[in-house]
C-alpha cells in the first residue's frame, strides 16, 4: 500500500510540474530602490568645497555623479541596498590635490550621512638614509615626486616639479607628511650640480592614514 501511495504522489507532481511548464508562469522582479546618501566636503579649514564633481561607484564601474552646493552637499537617492565608493579626483585642499576614495553602504530607508575633507585621504613617508659605513647620512638633500614625473628632463627642470623637498636630520630620516594617494618616487643630491643621485625605488600611498618607512644607502662621491 506505501507503494502505491508513493506512485500516485510521483504521477501527481510531475503532471503538475508539467502543467506549469506549458503554461509558462509570467514572473516579475521589483528592485527596490530605497536608500539615500548626503556627502559634505570641506576642506581641513571647515569650510565647505563649493561645485565639486562627486561620484557613486559600485565594484569600480561609476553609477552617478554631482557636483557640490554652496554648502559642499551632494545627495544621492533612490539608490538600491549594497556597498558603493564615494570617488571624489583631484579636489583640491589648500595647495595641495587629493583624491578620495572611500567605501560606503547604501540601507533600506535610511538616509546615511558621510563628511568628507580630502586633506584626510593621505598617508606618509620616513625615508631614513645612511652612508657607505651604514652611518646615519645627515644634511642629504631629498626631493619627492610623483612616480610619472621623475625622470622628465634634466636635474634642473626636474627640481622645478619637485612636491616637496627637505633635508635628513643628525638620525638620516626625513619624514613627508599628507601624501595625497599616488605612486611617488624621490631624488637624493648635496648640491645639484655635481652630486646628484635618482633613487631607483618607488612606493605608493593608497590607504588612508598610511605610513611608509624606506631605508636606502647613499654613496657619496
Not at 549594497?82 to 553602504?105: H, L, R
Request: charged residues 25%; contains cysteine; hydrophobic residues 35%.
Amino acid at each position: 500500500m506505501k507503494k502505491l501511495n508513493f506512485f500516485a504522489f510521483a504521477v501527481v507532481a510531475l503532471t503538475l510540474f508539467s502543467s506549469c511548464d506549458k503554461n509558462e508562469m509570467d514572473i516579475t522582479l521589483t528592485e527596490v530602490q530605497d536608500g539615500n546618501v548626503k556627502i559634505t566636503v570641506k576642506n581641513s579649514s571647515g569650510d565647505p568645497i563649493v561645485d565639486q564633481k562627486v561620484e557613486i561607484s559600485n565594484y569600480n564601474a561609476p553609477l552617478e555623479d554631482l557636483k557640490t552646493n554652496s554648502a559642499g552637499v551632494v545627495e544621492f537617492q533612490n539608490m538600491l541596498m549594497g556597498n558603493y565608493s564615494i570617488i571624489i579626483k583631484d579636489v583640491a585642499d589648500g595647495t595641495i590635490e587629493y583624491n578620495v576614495y572611500q567605501p560606503i553602504q547604501i540601507i533600506t530607508n535610511k538616509t546615511k550621512e558621510y563628511t568628507i575633507t580630502p586633506s584626510d585621504y593621505s598617508g606618509s613617508a620616513t625615508i631614513h638614509i645612511v652612508d657607505d659605513l651604514n652611518e646615519p647620512f645627515s644634511g642629504l638633500n631629498i626631493a619627492l615626486f610623483k612616480s610619472e614625473d621623475m625622470y622628465s628632463g634634466n636635474f634642473a627642470d626636474i627640481m622645478e616639479i619637485a612636491i616637496k623637498e627637505g633635508t635628513t636630520d643628525d638620525l638620516g630620516d626625513i619624514t613627508f607628511e599628507k601624501l595625497p594617494f599616488n605612486d611617488y618616487g624621490i631624488i637624493l643630491y648635496i648640491d645639484g650640480e655635481t652630486d646628484a643621485q635618482v633613487e631607483s625605488y618607488a612606493f605608493s600611498i593608497s590607504n588612508k592614514d598610511q605610513k611608509v618607512k624606506l631605508y636606502r644607502q647613499y654613496y657619496s662621491w
